[in-house]
């Protein structure tokens, strides 16, 4: 189960680390203009960053701890941080009726909660 666990991990931090890179990188103009940005249009580019900056490290709350083994219990609150970014996102998407991403915003939150729960509950991380 631990390795399990890992693997949707990484993926997790791989899929949030790109996210939020590219929220970070790009300017708002070129994000709103991509086919997954455009529910970004109604937020401040200073918003944008500042939602860029939570998945990166997020993303990085989920594996260090693990593999350096120190503060491995922040690794289940960087699964509920994304849980809680994710709800944000499906709503954002619900109000602009968008159907598509909030699927994928659904799989995002499920994968963090289960992390969460595994690493609250029967299988932490160990130190």
């Known amino acids: 189960m631990h390795t399990t666990l890992w693997i949707i991990t990484g993926l997790l931090a791989a899929v949030f680390c790109a996210s939020g890179a590219a929220k970070l990188l790009q300017p708002k103009d070129k994000l709103v203009a991509s086919s997954t940005g455009a529910?970004?249009?109604?937020?401040?580019?200073?918003?944008?960053?500042?939602?860029?900056?939570?998945?990166?490290?997020?993303?990085?709350?989920?594996?260090?701890?693990?593999?350096?083994?120190?503060?491995?219990?922040?690794?289940?609150?960087?699964?509920?941080?994304?849980?809680?970014?994710?709800?944000?996102a499906a709503l954002t998407h619900a109000r602009r009726h968008e159907a598509q991403p909030i699927i994928v915003?659904?799989?995002?939150?499920?994968?963090?909660?289960?992390?969460?729960?595994?690493?609250?509950?029967?299988?932490p991380v160990a130190a």
Do not use: Q
Request: charged fraction near 5%; glycine fraction near 12%.
């Open 39 to 88: 529910a970004l249009a109604g937020f401040s580019p200073g918003a944008i960053k500042v939602i860029g900056l939570l998945e990166v490290l997020a993303a990085f709350g989920l594996l260090l701890p693990g593999l350096v083994g120190v503060a491995t219990s922040l690794v289940p609150v960087a699964a509920i941080a994304l849980v809680l970014l994710m709800v944000g």
């Open 105 to 123: 915003n659904a799989a995002l939150l499920a994968s963090a909660a289960v992390v969460a729960y595994s690493r609250l509950g029967p299988y």
